[in-house]
């Protein structure tokens, strides 16, 4: 069996491309590459580069290569790059959907699983989050995912293709042997600006606000460990290959940490002190996400190997401490 993994050179694509090949599966890997990293694809997947908005890419690739199904994780997913430039979301996230669906649907392709995230539901009305609950985004990036969701869910009703969309919350952490991790640029997320304060490649971070109805004012999200992640996009395509029906998971941990608290967990992983200061709250930022994610448990079968934060805070500190300029190709 083939799978093609859009997006298969960036954070959680390369990870995903690097469990696929040691499950033994046929990969194929497609990226744009302006946010993805040649150097992050496993050397035994097929790399093409070319963006999925351009029919003609995609209906060459599906052409010389024989696609069983799609892992689809192309896409930018910057929450405030977001609120300041919709449009850009829209056209790549939502626009490259379309063309993706009708490329498959005239090759016959007829199931893919798909990078959703938290950000679809917005402010939750209730904690822990499942996936029947409102989604209602607070920032266009959510809305472009949203957007996403419902698109396959009227080409599943019209043209029969499959779809298993996967809510991440706070994906973190790194391949635990050092030889792929997170590198963004620029980097926005908390995790890995820690990391880099702590490399000495930063030189400090402002938490996005602390007046929050939280523990103790910061924001809490839910850290799931990026091998984890990727797992469970394996398991989706297994239930989909053995006829399970178009669905939603959350995969989460179900607990929230404060990111104060992710500050002083990565403290204490990395022995450093890390210089923070309170800054204004960031525009688009939900308080508390935290995921139901015993759906993907009973359904799917997954089982997170990552329980602890300070455990998924080590393997991505293992990857910055070695990598401080990341893949250092820009
Ligand atoms: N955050 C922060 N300082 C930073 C980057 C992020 O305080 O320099 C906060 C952000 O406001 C949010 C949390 O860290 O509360 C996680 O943000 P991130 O961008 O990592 O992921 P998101 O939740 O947006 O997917």
Redo the contacts with the bound molecule.
């Keep these: 069996m083939t799978i093609a993994v859009l997006g298969g050179a960036g954070y959680i694509g390369s990870h995903t491309v690097a469990q696929l090949v040691k499950a033994g599966e046929d990969v194929v890997v497609l990226d744009n590459l302006i946010t993805g990293h040649r150097q992050a694809v496993d050397p035994k997947a097929r790399f093409y580069q070319g963006d999925i908005r351009d029919y003609h890419f995609l209906s060459s690739v599906f052409s010389q290569e024989k696609i069983d199904g799609i892992i689809h994780f192309a896409a930018f997913s910057i ?1 405030p790059e977001s609120m300041k430039d919709p449009l850009k979301y829209f056209d790549n996230n939502t626009g490259g959907m379309i063309t993706l669906l009708e490329a498959m649907h005239q090759f016959g392709i007829g199931k893919i699983v798909f990078s959703s995230t938290a950000a679809t539901y917005g402010e939750p009305k209730s904690i822990p989050i499942k996936e029947d609950d409102p989604q209602v985004p607070t920032n266009p990036y959510g809305e472009s995912k949203l957007a996403m969701e419902k698109i396959m869910h009227w080409s599943d009703v019209a043209y029969g293709i499959k779809f298993v969309a996967l809510r991440y919350f ?1 994906v973190a952490g790194a391949m635990p042997d050092g030889s792929i991790g997170e590198d963004h640029n620029p980097e ?3 995790i890995p ?1 820690i990391l880099q304060v702590a490399a000495g490649t930063r030189d400090g ?4 606000g602390d007046d929050y109805p939280t523990k103790d004012g910061t ?1 809490v ?1 839910d850290y799931v460990h990026v091998v984890d992640l990727a797992d469970a996009h394996i398991l989706a395509m297994k239930y989909l290959n053995d006829g399970g029906d178009s669905n939603a998971f959350n995969l989460g941990s179900a607990t929230g940490f404060s ?1 104060l608290e992710i500050l002083n967990a990565a403290r204490k992983v990395t022995g450093k002190e890390i210089p923070a200061k309170i800054g204004p709250r ?1 525009a688009g ?1 939900p308080s508390t996400l935290i995921a139901a994610s015993d759906k993907a448990r009973k359904i799917l079968g997954w089982q997170p190997q990552y329980d602890d934060v300070e455990k998924v805070i080590a393997t991505a500190w293992n990857w910055h401490e070695s990598h401080p300029k990341g893949f250092g190709d820009r």
């Design positions: 929450v706070n926005t997320h908390l600006i971070l402002q938490i996005f924001n999200r990111n960031r930022d």
